[in-house]
């Protein structure tokens, strides 16, 4: 349940988002080259300048308003009465576009160059606005939510829904254009130009927004103070997480055995896809990491990376977390990787390691596991060890090499995979570390004293 607080810092962005959003598509209707798809269609039915009231903005708003009956219908049942929210959202949205529309009414443009420069100018602008709308996570622009509801329906990927849904927006408008006009208005290249960038513009700023997440959950400054101490006869999880090619799994496998324990690695992947109902594909594919394919990346966050895969990805993190802290509380185990030290940073009898090795021993063991060649291993250490700090800086916020996040960093070179195992095994069978629940000392922020009355 989110508190009163993070709902008014959701909401204040998502609105920011909307502003930014709007603007966007002032300069890239002002550009004169074509507006987006999700704007073709208005914007050719206000050229009839029928009255002075069918603006841009209010054939933006009973569009959408369109999208929201067409909503009703497709999900009958399943339409949930919060999503009446959308009307003013749209409502909003359709103002704040008149309003860009009139600040913007100045632009000059007497060299095509300086209408390209426009409509990229709009594109950053409307990538920033849906970025601030995505990591709000409250409400949808009937547009988004329209395709969410196609996508349910049709058991389709939103991706797919989304790219035949501005299709045919952009067909429609073209059609009506030619009919009303006998020529076509607003699809232009800037339609596609817009198309283009909006989506990776806006993954770039999704990607360094990780911040927003701590902002939402934080009622003001936490300083954190840990003790720890030794105690015996504690029940102990270890979790271990390790550079590519250092042998923290082969290190993990080894200690699990030492301490006849239970070792949970890839065993994860089958416990998060049950207890979340996820495809156990999805889950594997994003197992510790983003997409990464630039085609993948361009089709699936261009056309998906909206809040319904912003939410799946937050979704499985949290599943992730959940079936973690489980294991944690009923039993004695090993657990690799997958943010499990950070999950449990606050939980006690917990010992985290971090295994790193030099480089020589690291392009050796990935050259002997997957028999590639040293330059293959090289891209591959490159790779995951990429993926792996995006995945952890994205939902964590927090370095992943960042050594105050462990009780202990073990150079693997140094005594090889046995050793560092004997040396671990040693350290648990003679102290097991019990680690006293993190004092949180909470500075509340004057926002959280004024909700909090």
Not at 21 to 48: D, K
Not at 162 to 184: N, Q, R
Not at 288 to 313: H, T, V
Request: overall charge positive; charged content about 20%.
């Amino acid at each position: 349940m989110r508190s009163k607080l993070e709902l008014f810092k959701r909401y204040s962005m998502f609105f920011g988002g909307i502003l930014f959003n709007a603007l966007g598509v002032a300069f890239i209707t002002r550009s004169m080259l074509g507006t987006g798809p999700t704007s073709c269609i208005p914007y050719v039915l206000s050229l009839l300048e029928i009255n002075k009231f069918l603006t841009f903005g209010t054939f933006t708003f009973l569009f959408n308003t369109l999208l929201l009956l067409l909503q009703v219908i497709l999900l009958r049942k399943n339409f949930k009465p919060i999503q009446l929210l959308q009307i003013a959202v749209n409502l909003l949205f359709s103002v704040l576009v008149d309003v860009a529309m009139f600040f913007t009414r100045g632009l000059v443009l007497d060299h095509y160059i300086l209408a390209l420069v426009y409509t990229v100018v709009g594109c950053i602008l409307r990538a920033f606005g849906v970025s601030c709308s995505v990591v709000a996570d409250v409400v949808m622009l009937s547009t988004e939510a329209f395709v969410k509801a196609v996508a349910e329906v049709s058991k389709k990927e939103f991706s797919i829904c989304k790219l035949v849904s501005d299709m045919t927006m952009t067909a429609i408008s073209a059609v009506l254009s030619f009919v009303l006009f006998e020529k076509i208005n607003g699809v232009r290249e800037g339609t596609l130009i817009t198309v283009l960038l909006v989506g990776p513009i806006s993954k770039f700023f999704t990607n360094r927004m990780d911040f927003a997440h701590h902002y939402f959950e934080m009622d003001g400054e936490f300083v954190y103070e840990q003790k720890l101490k030794l105690q015996e006869g504690k029940r102990l999880v270890i979790t271990i997480t390790s550079l590519a090619g250092s042998g923290g799994r082969v290190i993990a496998r080894l200690l699990a055995e030492k301490l006849s324990i239970p070792v949970y690695d890839k065993e994860l992947i089958d416990m998060v896809a049950s207890r979340g109902h996820f495809p156990k594909l999805f889950v594997k594919n994003h197992n510790e990491k983003l997409y990464s394919n630039i085609a993948e990346s361009f089709l699936l966050e261009n056309y998906n990376f909206n809040n319904l895969n912003f939410r799946s990805y937050r979704n499985l993190f949290n599943t992730q977390c959940d079936v973690i802290s489980e294991l944690a509380e009923k039993e004695d185990c090993i657990i690799v990787g997958h943010c499990s030290n950070y999950v449990l940073r606050n939980s006690p009898n917990v010992l985290n390691i971090f295994i790193s090795a030099n480089e020589e021993d690291r392009l050796e063991y990935m050259q002997y596991k997957y028999k590639i060649n040293r330059k293959q291993a090289e891209q591959k250490i490159r790779r995951q060890d990429h993926d792996t700090e995006r995945y952890y800086q994205h939902f964590t916020g927090i370095h992943w090499r960042d050594s105050s996040t462990y009780h202990l960093t073990i150079d693997s070179s140094l005594l090889g995979y046995q050793g560092t195992v004997d040396l671990l095994e040693k350290l648990v069978r003679k102290h097991y570390l019990d680690v006293d629940k993190v004092k949180v000392v909470n500075r509340k922020s004057f926002l959280a004293k004024l909700f909090d009355r």
